[in-house]
């Protein structure tokens, strides 16, 4: 009789029992859970509102691609150019794989959540952690996406209306940042988030990616022609390594972790199978450091210490190339706002009926949902600290959910790992994550504590 290679591991199919090479290497881990999946995978091509492999990546890009890559400037201005390239293929490398772990770790552990796997290898209070991290990461991401709208869409229309608004003082109120706010929130945001399908948010995520080349051309195009007066200076340690890289880290990192939607887009496949999430992550991930490199080196290069928390209030507001950028990337806003809430309200259904509960009743959903989006758009009436925000979610939660957790259930779940690689890569991932956790957070409070006054990072 042959031997599990999962024989210490929980199974998730009868086909995973042959033996296909030692357990310990997580390669053949990955290629025997994609020989176990392929038994599903008529079953799964049946089902009714599935994604497609375009469509899967629309979402994911548009997850990794939210209101992060707006603030890559100010995360190249805290770490230094030279540093901050570095740090983002790293961290581009680190995310990558630690997506793929969220997977594997579920077929491991034979569950079908991120929080369920690390139930499975933690207990209530590994669960109870990874709720909160990906509940705060994604409520966290509503706030900054309410705060990016009031910050861009306002300031288009107003600069259409100019003369009207200059006469009209109730046209002035219905304009202002607050009012725009809450009226594409109440009309746009809010009922897209009441939808139960994320797959049919995935042309609405099409278009925000269109829209967010747009932006990163605009940019690219609009910044050498701004007034010197808006530009600052460049030191030596801008240019190589500034004091803080552990804070640009937690904006780059908030930008790339898409964790805690990373089942809910493997989920959405139709042929969700490892190796073709595999394939969708590398793309999504590869793409997304392109065009966050970009951005962070444009920006940064253009306005140097003068760059804000988002590079589009770095503009004028009167600049009309700029408003289209400003227009674009609320719309992407409006359509990613809907995919945090998705995740936000999954973790309430868990805390509040169990991880194996059936769906919310159609009047818990209505009730979590307004209560989730409209607590997030209240906060976004208060600042226009996107940097803050980014730094705070990044450091805590992105951490958490894509530096700690997914290499640790991995490394409690695949004991016999062989080769000196395999086996301490695990756990010097944990330690980068608690160390840019702890470091990050100080100085981001620090920071903030010196400097009260959101001025300097609202648009000009």
Not at 202 to 207: D, H, M, N
Not at 290 to 308: E, H, L, N, P
Not at 365 to 388: D, E, K, P, R, Y
């Amino acid at each position: 009789m042959s031997t599990s290679k999962y024989q210490n591991l929980p199974q998730v199919s009868s086909e995973l029992d042959q033996p296909h090479g030692d357990p310990s290497d997580s390669f053949e881990i990955e290629e025997a859970i994609d020989d176990s999946e392929e038994l599903e995978l008529e079953g799964i091509m049946t089902q009714k509102g599935k994604s497609n492999m375009g469509n899967a990546f629309m979402n994911m890009a548009n997850s990794i691609l939210g209101a992060g890559i707006i603030g890559q400037p100010y995360a190249f201005r805290n770490c230094g150019m030279v540093g901050a390239l570095l740090i983002m293929v790293l961290l581009t490398i680190l995310v990558d794989w630690t997506i793929r772990l969220v997977i594997i770790n579920t077929k491991l552990s034979g569950t079908h959540s991120y929080q369920g796997s690390v139930y499975h290898c933690f207990g209530n209070k590994g669960k109870y952690v990874i709720l909160l991290a990906q509940g705060l990461f994604a409520y966290g991401g509503s706030m900054a996406f309410c705060v990016i709208i009031g910050d861009t869409i306002p300031h288009v229309i107003r600069s259409v209306f100019k003369s009207a608004i200059q006469s009209n003082r109730f046209l002035d109120f219905l304009l202002s940042r607050n009012s725009i706010i809450i009226l594409t929130t109440c009309f746009i945001s809010y009922p897209l988030a009441l939808n139960r399908d994320i797959s049919k948010l995935s042309k609405a995520s099409g278009l925000a990616l269109v829209s967010m080349l747009v932006i990163v051309i605009i940019v690219l195009a609009r910044g050498p022609v701004v007034s010197s007066e808006l530009k600052g200076s460049m030191s030596l340690k801008n240019w190589f390594f500034d004091i803080g890289m552990f804070q640009g880290i937690s904006v780059i990192s908030f930008a790339l972790v898409c964790h805690h939607n990373t089942t809910f887009i493997y989920r959405s496949m139709k042929k969700a199978t490892l190796d073709r999430f595999t394939q969708l992550t590398h793309i999504s991930c590869a793409i997304a450091m392109v065009c966050c490199s970009i951005m962070g080196i444009a920006g940064f290069a253009i306005f140097k210490d003068k760059t804000k928390g988002n590079i589009l209030n770095n503009f004028p507001a009167d600049d009309w190339v700029v408003n289209i950028a400003r227009f674009c990337f609320g719309f992407n806003m409006l359509t990613t706002f809907p995919l945090e809430i998705f995740v936000v309200r999954d973790i309430v259904k868990d805390v509040m009926n169990g991880s194996d509960a059936e769906e919310l009743s159609t009047k818990s959903h209505f009730i979590i949902t307004t209560l989730l989006s409209f607590s997030a758009m209240f906060v976004s009436l208060l600042t226009c600290n996107l940097g803050a925000i980014l730094e705070l979610t990044g450091a805590t939660s992105a951490s958490i959910m894509a530096y700690i957790l997914p290499p640790l259930c991995y490394a409690k779940m695949s004991p016999n790992r062989k080769g000196l690689l395999n086996w301490y890569a695990p756990y010097l991932c944990v330690a980068f994550g608690l160390s840019v956790m702890v470091i990050s957070t100080i100085q981001t409070l620090v920071t903030s504590f010196y400097d009260k006054s959101d001025a300097g990072h609202c648009v000009t």
